[in-house]
């Protein structure tokens, strides 16, 4: 089919979801959250008694992933997070999602976030996002959600765990995060949510 997979990649909390989510509905194309795959993974581990460290664990978590797995309500907050973040630089854990992603972004056409969508899943993606804002930005808006959500954190503690989560992404030896040579890289510090998506539309409108 000739529908387009569009690739957003980028750090923790750069608003890719937002916005891979919107593009998506304007272009009438099917989205994927990709960092679901992992963190699902990840609960399924703790939830198993196990170490999201653990190879085995983790691939077998991954290999037994079922849809009523993404619709859970616990896969955010730091321990998710961090359990996502461990299972996610697993050799057997990113060969064990990588043909479901496949299959999904050629089946529908899709949008597609995640960390390494423009550089291993789809390499030969129409377009290629690379969202970005600088770590402060990103831990305030990180936040404000939180509080909006009526948990008490400190905005130097997420901070610390963006950080923290972010450099374990990038520094993996599997599909690290980092933008695709060929990648448009949108830096959404100084831009709201509206900015973004006009900027990515534009981006994405010249390469249709
Ligand atoms: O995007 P999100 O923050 O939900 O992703 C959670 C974690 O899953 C990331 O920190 C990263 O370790 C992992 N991930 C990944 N590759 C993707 C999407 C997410 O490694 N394509």
Do not use: C
Request: charged content about 30%; cysteine-free; hydrophobic content about 45%.
């Amino acid at each position: 089919s000739t529908r387009p997979v569009i690739a957003v990649d980028g750090p923790a909390a750069a608003g890719k979801g937002t916005l891979a989510r919107r593009l998506a509905a304007h272009l009438g194309l099917a989205y994927l959250d990709t960092g679901l795959l992992y963190r699902a993974t990840g609960r399924r581990v703790l939830d198993a008694g196990a170490n999201p460290r653990d190879p085995a664990a983790a691939e077998a978590a991954a290999r037994g992933l079922n849809p009523a797995d993404l619709a859970r309500g616990d896969l955010r907050g730091p321990e998710a997070d961090m359990a996502a973040s461990a299972v996610a630089a697993q050799p057997g854990v990113r060969a064990a999602l990588l043909d479901w992603q496949r299959d999904f972004g050629r089946t529908h056409g899709a949008v597609l976030d995640g960390r390494d969508i423009g550089t291993v899943v789809f390499p030969d993606a129409r377009v290629k996002l690379f969202v970005t804002a600088s770590a402060e930005e990103r831990a305030r808006r990180r936040w404000l959600e939180l509080r909006g959500r009526g948990a008490e954190v400190a905005q130097e503690q997420v901070l610390a765990e963006l950080r923290a989560r972010d450099e374990q992404d990038a520094a993996r030896a599997v599909a690290p995060m980092k933008p695709a040579e060929d990648a448009v890289l949108i830096d959404t510090t100084e831009m709201d949510a509206d900015a973004a998506f006009a900027r990515a539309l534009a981006v994405v409108e010249g390469k249709l």
